[in-house]
């Protein structure tokens, strides 16, 4: 029998995913299952984005442009604009989501075996893109008692070496929430600019920064324009997961040649989605506003109905929509799994992800859990409660 690619026997599966076949045998006995695993917010889809789709009279639906539509990527540059980052339209290239735009830089910066550090625990897809493109994920990690704050700079410094090509972090942090700080960034280009790095931002929750502090990009960095790229996404920022549009930036203009190259193999993205996509730039300001509202107050009861769980440690996000919990637990892959498929309290149980997924080092993160608090707060308390009544069962068998 033909043998597959060691590649494909090396890709990693979805710490987030993984668990469905267990909720979909629950949800087939009659349990609700009440998500806490995934990133898909509730929140309702801009109306001007929908309308937008709605509305269109296209005879034809044609390819786009490889790079994206003109006009939208003029459009994003000005939004960028708002938010302190000076690009222009042949500075940016759109992808299907930000999980292309990360795989497309990975490739056109990196050769196999080529390293990148990335501060974990972060995004798991991040090992399957760097999988797909043989490239070496050296982890650094981040501690959840202080909120998973940048480590020190002089440990990054011990993990460059000759293979090192590119240092990568997500602001605000999924899984983490947490929100880099000015002088964080500041430090992480220094860094890159003394040792020729590139630097990579995922800052596709831009938008989800609260207790009055603020979200700095990469490309807001004066010297920084050779090294810096980011990806971003519309998926979380306007609730459109399903449309699949995000970019990549960046004024280095020998990573965008190489970048439309690996565009260009994949033809264009997707023309209806980006018509959505456009649209969504109309969004007015009190939509992010409602919406920041929600979120904080939804992390402010988990985090504190959690607190209240003996032997529970939550770390305290300041940005997305998810933080870690830290479980009186060995194993939470295997708790995860025996709350869909032994525990149900009142007829519902949780689908937690465990967090050993978003890990690179092994054996690392084994006892915590990512939550994404995208369900209204009576959702959350009853998640909550479920949790707790689950883990005094699970722990006294």
């Known amino acids: 029998m033909p043998k597959i690619s060691i590649k494909g026997t090396q890709m990693p599966s979805s710490p987030i995913r993984k668990l469905v076949p267990y909720a979909e045998n629950a949800k087939k006995k009659g349990t609700e ?70 795989s497309f830089t990975m490739g056109a910066i990196m050769d ?24 070496t994920v050296v982890p650094i990690l981040s501690a959840i008692d202080n909120n998973f704050a940048l480590p020190p700079i002089a440990e990054f410094e011990k993990l460059i070496g000759p293979k090192t090509k590119a240092i990568l972090i997500c602001n605000p942090g999924n899984p983490t929430g947490y929100l880099y700080t000015k002088e964080e960034i500041e430090q992480l280009a220094a860094l890159a600019l003394k040792h020729d790095l590139f630097l990579v931002a995922d800052e596709v929750y831009r938008e989800f920064a609260y207790d009055g502090k603020k979200h700095h990009s990469i490309l807001s960095i004066p010297g920084l324009e050779q090294h810096a790229i980011m990806v971003d996404s519309v998926s979380k920022r306007y609730s459109m997961c399903g449309a699949r549009i995000g970019c990549v930036v960046s004024k280095n203009n ?15 993205p997707p023309t209806l989605a980006q018509i959505a996509s456009e649209a969504a730039l109309e969004t007015p300001k009190t939509y992010f506003t409602e919406v920041i509202t929600e979120y904080v107050s939804r992390r402010d009861l988990l985090v504190s109905e959690l607190q209240k769980i003996p032997g529970v440690k939550v770390a305290n996000p300041s940005g997305a929509f998810y933080c870690i919990a830290e479980l009186p637990v060995t194993d939470s ?15 519902a149980t949780v689908m937690v992800a465990p967090a050993a997924g978003f890990y690179a080092s092994a054996n690392t993160g084994k006892n915590q859990i990512r939550i994404a608090y995208v369900l209204d707060k009576s959702e959350l308390l009853k998640a909550v409660s479920i949790l707790r009544e689950g883990l005094n069962q699970y722990n006294a068998e």
Request: overall charge negative; cysteine-free; aromatic content about 10%.
């Open 254 to 268: 020998s990573v965008m040649t190489a970048i439309l190259k690996f565009a260009q193999a994949r033809l264009s």
């Open 112 to 135: 196999p075996e080529d390293e990148l550090i990335i501060p974990e625990p972060f995004y798991a897809n991040y090992n399957g893109f760097a999988t797909t493109n043989g490239v």
């Open 333 to 347: 892959d295997d708790f995860a799994q025996w709350l869909l498929e032994h525990f149900q309290l009142d007829g």
């Open 33 to 102: 299952v009440i998500h806490l695993n995934i990133g898909q917010p509730d929140i309702k889809t801009p109306e001007v984005a929908l309308n937008a789709v709605k509305n269109m009279n296209l005879d034809v639906l044609a390819y786009s442009r490889t790079e994206g539509s003109e006009v939208y990527r003029e459009k994003i540059a000005e939004y960028y604009a708002q938010h302190d980052v000076t690009v222009t339209a042949q500075d940016i290239i759109v992808t299907t989501g930000g999980s292309e735009a990360l």
